[in-house]
Structure formats: structure tokens, C-alpha cells
């Protein structure tokens, strides 16, 4: 059966500074692997999502991640974080089975100070 | 295009009370889902279907009903809640079952459940 784990349940920056969101899956085979944004009361949505080719993917909000297969990891990445990056992050690796629905980490919270 | 939409945004039901949850989008979407969301479990699948008439279940089904009589719309029913059920429910859709395209789910915004 295929796992996610996101070892932070918090992580705190500052505005301006760099973030790194750790995600660590465990999948028989190559996974799919997705990133999703949650901002306060809303639902979720897609930030970048990887099926094969270039590990390195670039997605929506300024947000990168790269797909470590010796890691087993995709971590997520931003030069420069904003105040209005403040949000609940999950990472997701698919396929699931037959049901076709990735399964979600237990998110990560992100602080931003200013 | 409204996108994935779910009514009530908050509810509160005492223990025993049934109600529905409402889920529909506007995509023409194949496939929809319901995920329940826990303080520190992430999301949790419990139903899901790959078309009109067609449903199964996922991770956490006890409890929960739903159908799919048309491609809008996939309501979830709480047969007889209990306070375990508290939770925020999140209905999502996906364009297309074939290829990569199933996994890019829309979010509709959630419903706030209480069961007291």
C-alpha cells in the first residue's frame, strides 16, 4: 500500500526568507506525486503535480518541487516566501488502487512572520 | 463555470439526526469524491464514483451513503450521526478517468459538520 508522510506539522519563516516543505512517500512503483494548497475556510487546491520526465516541476505561485527517487522524496520549495503563503500544505502520491484518488499526507502548516 | 459547489457551509446535528450533504459541479466531470478532513489525518477518502450510477467506497465508508443519479451531482448522507462525524467534508471532481488528467481534483470550498 502506498504512504505519505510529512514529517512537520508546523514550519515557521519569515516573509522574504526560503521554504522547503519535506514530503517522503513510500510506492512499489514510480509514483504520482502532487502538492495541494489549502487556504483558511477553502478548499484545496493544486499547486504542481509530477507523472514522469524532468524531476524538477514547477507549479502555480512562484512554488517548485523536485522528485528525489533515491529519497523517495518531493519536496516542496519557494525562493521567497509572502505573507499570503500562509496556508495548510499536503502532499499526495497516486494512483491509489482502483479508486484513482491519490493519498494525502497529514499536512504541514505554514507560519509566514513578517 | 461555478466549479465543484456544496451546500450547507456549516451544520449541526444531534446525535441520531440523518441529513444530506450537497455536492455538484458544472465541469462535466466524471469523477467524484468525498473526503472527510480530521485535525492532523490529512483527508480521508470515503466514497467515490466513476460516472452517473456508479459508486464505491473508499477508506472510512461506515455511516455514510451516497448515489450518483446524474454526472452534477454526488450528495452524502449521514444515515444516523453520531459525534464521531464531526468533521469538515470536502466533495472534489476530476475532468477525465483515462491518463493523468483523473488525479487533478477541484475542491469544492468544504461543509463544517458538528454532531452533538
Known amino acids: 500500500a502506498q504512504s505519505v508522510t510529512q514529517p512537520d506539522i508546523h514550519i515557521t519563516v519569515s516573509e522574504g526568507a526560503s521554504l522547503e516543505l519535506r514530503c517522503n512517500y513510500s510506492y512499489g512503483a514510480t509514483p504520482y506525486l502532487f502538492w495541494y494548497v489549502q487556504s483558511p475556510g477553502q478548499g484545496l487546491q493544486l499547486l504542481l503535480k509530477y507523472f514522469s520526465g524532468d524531476t524538477l516541476v514547477q507549479g502555480i505561485k512562484g512554488f517548485e518541487a523536485e522528485f528525489k527517487r533515491s529519497q523517495s522524496s518531493f519536496n516542496l520549495r519557494k525562493p521567497s516566501v509572502h505573507w499570503s503563503d500562509a496556508a495548510e500544505y499536503f502532499c499526495a502520491v497516486g494512483p491509489s488502487g482502483g479508486s484513482y484518488i491519490p493519498t494525502f499526507g497529514r499536512g504541514t502548516s505554514l507560519i509566514v512572520h513578517p | 463555470n461555478a466549479g465543484v459547489t456544496q451546500t450547507p457551509k456549516f451544520q449541526v446535528l444531534k446525535t441520531g439526526q440523518s441529513m444530506t450533504l450537497q455536492c455538484a459541479q458544472d465541469m462535466n466531470h466524471e469523477y467524484m469524491s468525498w473526503y472527510r478532513q480530521d485535525p492532523g489525518m490529512g483527508l480521508r477518502l470515503i466514497h467515490y464514483s466513476v460516472g452517473a450510477g456508479i459508486t464505491d467506497q473508499g477508506e472510512v465508508p461506515n455511516g455514510y451513503n451516497v448515489s450518483r443519479s446524474t454526472t452534477e451531482d454526488f450528495p452524502l448522507r449521514l444515515l444516523s450521526a453520531a459525534p464521531s462525524q464531526t468533521s469538515v467534508y470536502f466533495c472534489?471532481?476530476?475532468?477525465?478517468?483515462?491518463?493523468?488528467?483523473?488525479?487533478?481534483?477541484?475542491f469544492g470550498p468544504g461543509t463544517r459538520l458538528t454532531v452533538l
Open positions: 472534489a471532481s476530476s475532468p477525465t478517468l483515462s491518463g493523468t488528467s483523473v488525479y487533478e481534483q477541484f
